[in-house]
């Protein structure tokens, strides 16, 4: 099962022909994963070649879907011209677009958001590491890897990743690969303050997907989409939880790194959300080294 | 990006915000001239504000032992006096901490008869992904306390990105302060100008207070922008070169620009242990995992997801010109990024900067087993952790000893 992706889910990529696209592609390729199109305008009726594929490129995200049946995109495209893609591919009617994209401006993300109301595209982030639903062979290899992870750091199993931050991600994953513990699907959220797919929403999905059987939460300061998850996951989860924020020693006022990562006006802090979680039963690793044990010491 | 007061009402008045007359000077003659000037339109009162990227101005003190960054006077002499007492001294206030901020320029502006005082501000609302302009009737006070100690007292309007903001939405925020006859269309009008302010310029915020009813020198009560603070989203600056323009370097700490020359994202803190970082999350981690085992992290840094050999010198560089480092940690999660690559980068840069700290360096992912052979065939005494935990328990005690 996993959620939102599975090794056989058909994925096209906006901006393949950019150098960014183009090596995550080949990275995608090389894992498994089934990518069936490419969209550059203009350079419609050319082909993207990796290791003895040949994949179709399309002047238009619609005209790729059509002549491929992919479902899903991956967004590489440059900043200024990323809110205009991925209104392309809601437009298109995907089910899902995963913009890998950072430094998108926040207006044309508000823009984004509210004309994506009622469409029936998911999007993941901006700003974030991509989707990955690791696959049987070795280094997790023939499953679905949409974005910038490393492939090989997974490994198929039933916990659920959730996180806004990429190499926070990778660590956790890491973690419980090391430990011989498998993942059902790892989602990067992204960074952004105004992204497509909360914590929220994915902690709903795992708590849904019958494959998944534990969830680890990672989660930063600024804005209050974890205390949400956290009131929900109080009052409806079924499954363990445990969880990780970052910041507790970033100065107020200043973003880190990612623009959503700010406590400003006194709101966001770590300490808040860490309380969030303690108050809806979910685990808290004290260090970022402890993800996977703290997990793995409540699933027991 | 933040910019001075004088630059925010200058894009305010640009979108048609009601603002007090008034303009910027960076010597005493200058401000003696515009002083002259609104006093011969008529004001009667006119203030003298220092420029600087933070709030308490009024209550500070100047290092030269001088009382006050802003001040109000009726004659032009005195205000020449008091810009010579500002520009080119020192400024500490309770948000500049105890090194102060350099007064290089004065706003002289007309100082009107203040009815009554409000707070407003425009932002965006992370909750619903939409714009909201918030107002109290609690103005020119530390809004923050406002919203923890009455909370009721905060009244918010939700703007759909779509259609824009509408004058009802201004009139009810005109209504909800209390605003009567004229003043809830000029209300509506200044909430609206206020979000064309926000909107068109990309900000991440724009913030007035106190927003004022003044007495006009008709003798009318008009709105008036007494104060005024912009913050500008980053990502969107490449779209506004006039707004580009008004970065003053001056307000950043310099070893940050030299950092944002190489895209490097640094941010200087007070402790000893430096941390070198791929990626801000775990950068963040990094400096919480530091504190964690006793230590206190001089920075978060992040390198970013490609670094190169250069960007990790540089980075070394920067690291090493903050006098407070004993120690550096490099966390690096390998995930696309060659981690052989980072330990040349960290081997030419420990060569290069004749690194007499401990470093403790922890590598994972791509390429390890190489990445670790080159940092141990490099001769140099670098200390390799061996997880997150394990480093930063190896570079605190290293700092310790």
Known sequence: MAILVKPDTKILVQGITGSFGARHTQLSIDYGTQVVAGVTPGKGGQSFEHNGKKIPIFDTV???????????????VPPPFAADAILEAVGAGLELAVAITEGIPVNDMVRVKSAMHGKKTRLIGPNCPGVVTPGTGKDSQGGCRIGISPGYIHKKGNIGVVSRSGTLTYEAVWQLTCRGVGQSTCVGIGGDPVNGTSHLDIIKMFNDDPETTGIIMIGEIGGSAEEDAAEWIKNNCKKPVAGFIAGTTAPPGRRMGHAGAIVSGGKGTAEAKIAAFKDAGIAVASTPSEMADTLLKMMK | MNIHEYQAKQLLAQYGVPVPLGEVADTPEAAKKIAEKIFASGETMVVIKSQIHAGGRGKGTFKSGFKGGVKLSKSADEIYEHAKAMLGQVLVTKQTGPDGRLVSKVLVAGAPQIKKEFYCAALLDRNTSKPIIMVSTEGGVDIEEVAEKHPEKIIKETIDPAVGFYPYQGRKLAIALGLKGDLIAAGAKFFAALYKTFWECDASMVEINPLCIIVGRDGKEVLSAVDAKIGLDDNALYRHANIQAMRDLAEEAPLEIEASKFNLNYIKLDGSIACLVNGAGLAMATMDIIQHFGGEPANFLDVGGGATKDQVTAAFKIILSDPNVKGILVNIFGGIMQCDIIASG?????????????????????????????????????????????????????VKV
């Not at chain 1, 619609?62 to 590489?76: C, D, L, N, P």
């Not at chain 2, 290069?352 to 470093?359: A, C, D, F, R, V």
């Not at chain 2, 360096?361 to 390799?384: C, M, T, W, Y």
């Open chain 1, 62 to 76: 619609a005209e790729a879907a059509k002549q491929t049946g992919a479902t899903v995109s991956a967004i590489f």
């Open chain 2, 346 to 398: 960290i081997v030419a840069a420990v060569k290069e900067t004749g690194l007499k700290l401990p470093l403790v360096v922890r590598l994972e992912g791509n390429n390890v087993q190489i990445g670790k052979q080159i940092l141990k065939d490099s001769g140099l005494p670098i200390i390799s952790g061996d997880s997150m935990a394990d480093a930063a328990q190896k570079v605190v005690k290293a």
